[in-house]
């Protein structure tokens, strides 16, 4: 429902963005147009806020956007450890072993959408530097 003229319509929310496995969302993830309300009725945007992991295979990358707005939420603070680090069972943290997926266990954990775009645009430009491959896209 729009909070601005209360017109109600269906907005797609992504929880998790796979850089491999959906790369037509890449555009519209770098574009920050993931997860964020437009009304068609009086033109509002707002962002929702909920969480979403970006995950690129590639670069070995997890990032995992907490919105600010939901810190206070206790079912967002259980999610974690005292030490900032996700509260994973151990059946979790095996399988992210045996995958060969251990960086998911340890995501980078941001509270904006800008702050991800900014990080993972980091870590590209990073790739692309220690990879020798500057200056291609």
Not at 1 to 8: A, G, K, V
Not at 102 to 122: C, K, R
Request: aromatic content about 8%; hydrophobic content about 40%; charged content about 20%.
């Amino acid at each position: 429902e729009c909070p601005q003229c209360s017109r109600i319509q269906e907005t797609l929310l992504w929880k998790s963005l796979n850089a491999q496995v959906t790369p037509k969302a890449l555009d519209a993830f770098r574009q920050g147009r993931i997860n964020l309300f437009e009304c068609e009725g009086c033109g509002f945007q707002g962002r929702v806020p909920v969480q979403l992991m970006y995950h690129d295979m590639n670069l070995k990358l997890a990032v995992l956007l907490v919105p600010y707005e939901t810190l206070e939420d206790r079912s967002v603070l259980q999610m974690f450890n005292l030490d900032g680090s996700l509260a994973l069972s151990e059946m979790e943290l095996d399988l992210t072993k045996k995958t060969g997926a251990e960086y998911l266990a340890q995501p980078h954990i941001v509270l904006s959408m800008g702050e991800m775009l900014a990080y993972v645009h980091l870590r590209e430009s990073l790739w692309i530097y220690h990879s020798g491959r500057a200056g291609q896209p």
